[in-house]
């Protein structure tokens, strides 16, 4: 049976769906069509069944009782007209049959008729089949006589009257009838398989489609194939027609945002790798050459080799941010947080990168869930932004309210047309490429606030100067699993 199971189930999707729908159909017609022989049956036997009734209310009480004397007595009688045409037999209690004159032969006496002529009830009519001595097929009815039926007062014993019909035509009918069902059955079996053959090859059509768009995707790795999908159609070939076409949409972009990545990676890291191969250079010449070069320009060499390091370090740290998947898989490193700690710890460091700038700070406690390390990093980079732009003796005002943190700095702002892009990765506005920076800054901000379901904006404040607004879900205070008990 298993082996059977593992051969259907390694057939094609459209082979077992026409073997599906050729069983169900001949299940079905196998039942149908025995119900209907069977009550074809059973209208015939009854109709059999009303016939002996008849013919047995047809002869006189004098064709019976000549009957009855016939076999009693010995007497020869006249047979009756109706008598010809059946099997008609007088049984007796001790199993002895005598057969009525005229009538069409012998019926075998059953261990049941010999019970009914003991201890039946008088007068009521029992059918059952059974052949004649012949080997002919017979429908009998057995009916008990009452006693008072033979001559005179004395007691001829129990005796039935046998009443028989030929099948022959009947058993006929029946194999007609089932061999047309039969027939009718398969046919219909086959119908059944043909037609589920052509709607499995309908049905399954957008399926092929499919199934040739991920080949061809697989074989060329061109993920602009897109399979049509009708606008109104709702059905579960259409949903996954959709589901791929938004799957191999995804893939494209994100096979464009890590081309972009790579080629901006690239370009970001060739100019300090450029400037340290020539300090390097530099360095090596004047060592072989031996010609120093002077302790000033030495110590300036050394300077620039350790602040473009430096430049690297920071650009591969917030490479390796950027290139974490965006939701999924860190979504278990999140965690309920205070969010009024994580900025007074950017607050401390931003302090020490900027101590000539006053930073005022405003912070209500406020309870979020994220990332700690990265929710940190992006307070740190907003933070270093507005150190960055500041004027030196410049101020800094930090506020966290009701889940609202805004960073104000007084510097020269960010043009209107720049706003758009201060989000995107490497991109740094024309006036600040000379500072120190990747560009990456902000982009991982937005990444970060993303992921603990925040809004991050970046606009120009009043009286000059840029403000950041950070927006995170939460509660003033903790849930009740991280309260402290009293």
């Known amino acids: 049976m298993s082996r059977v199971i593992r051969r259907f189930r390694a057939l094609p999707i459209r082979a077992r769906l026409s073997l599906l729908v050729a069983a169900a159909v001949a299940f079905a017609v196998a039942a149908v069509s025995v119900t209907c ?117 004395e007691d001829p014993g129990n005796s039935a009257l046998l009443v028989a019909l030929p099948l022959k035509n009947t058993q006929d009918t029946l194999n ?107 360095l090596t010449r004047s060592e072989e050459t031996g010609r120093p070069l002077p302790a ?39 965690q309920i947080l205070a969010w009024q700690d994580i900025v007074e710890s950017a607050l401390r460091r931003a302090r020490l990168r900027g101590p000539e700038l006053t930073i005022t700070a405003d912070v209500q406690p406020w309870y979020v869930r994220a990332e700690p390390a990265a929710l940190e990093r992006a307070v740190v980079n907003i933070l270093d932004n507005a150190v960055k732009f500041s004027p030196e003796g410049g101020a800094v005002e930090v506020r966290l309210s009701q889940g609202v943190l805004t960073v104000r700095d007084h510097g020269p702002g960010i043009p209107a047309d720049e706003l758009p892009h201060v989000f995107d990765r490497f991109w740094r506005s024309p006036s600040a490429r000379a500072l120190p920076g990747s560009g990456l800054g902000l982009s991982i901000v937005a990444r970060t606030v993303q992921q603990a379901g925040g809004q991050v904006t970046l606009g120009p404040a009043d009286g000059g100067g840029t403000v950041a607004t950070v927006r995170l879900p939460g509660a003033p205070t903790p849930p009740p699993d991280l309260q402290e008990p009293a």
């Not at 027609?241 to 191999?248: A, G, L, V, Y």
């Open 37 to 153: 022989w069977f009550i074809v049956q059973g209208k015939l036997y009854a109709q059999m069944n009303e016939d002996l009734q008849k013919a047995a209310s047809k002869p006189q009480y004098s064709d019976v009782v000549n009957a009855v004397q016939s076999c009693t007595e010995s007497v020869q009688q006249s047979p009756s007209p109706f008598f010809r045409n059946s099997y008609v037999q007088v049984l007796k209690e001790d199993g002895k049959f005598c057969v009525i004159p005229g009538s069409a032969g012998a019926v075998k006496v059953t261990a049941a008729d010999k019970e009914l002529v003991r201890d039946g009830p008088i007068n009521q009519f029992h059918f059952h089949n059974s052949t004649t001595t012949d080997g002919e097929a017979v429908r009998v009815m057995v009916v008990r006589l009452p006693l008072a039926i033979a001559e005179g007062d």
């Open 296 to 334: 000033e320009d030495r110590k300036a060499l050394l300077a620039s080799v350790k602040a473009q390091m430096t430049e690297l370090s920071a650009l591969i740290g917030d490479l390796q941010e950027l290139s974490r998947p965006e939701q999924g898989q860190h979504a278990g490193k999140a």
């Open 176 to 282: 007609e009838l089932a061999l047309i069902l039969l027939l009718v059955s398969g046919i219909g079996v086959l119908g059944a398989g043909a037609a589920g053959l052509a709607v499995a090859r309908a049905g399954l059509r957008p399926v092929d489609k499919l199934t040739e768009a991920v080949e061809h995707v697989a074989r060329t790795e061109d993920l602009n194939v897109r399979i049509p999908v009708e606008e109104d159609s709702e059905d579960e070939v259409a949903r996954l027609s959709r589901s791929f076409n938004s799957m191999t949409s995804a893939l494209a972009s994100s096979r464009e945002l890590q081309q972009q990545l790579i080629a901006d990676a690239g370009h970001e890291l060739r100019t300090p790798l450029t400037s340290l191969r020539t300090n390097i250079e530099l």
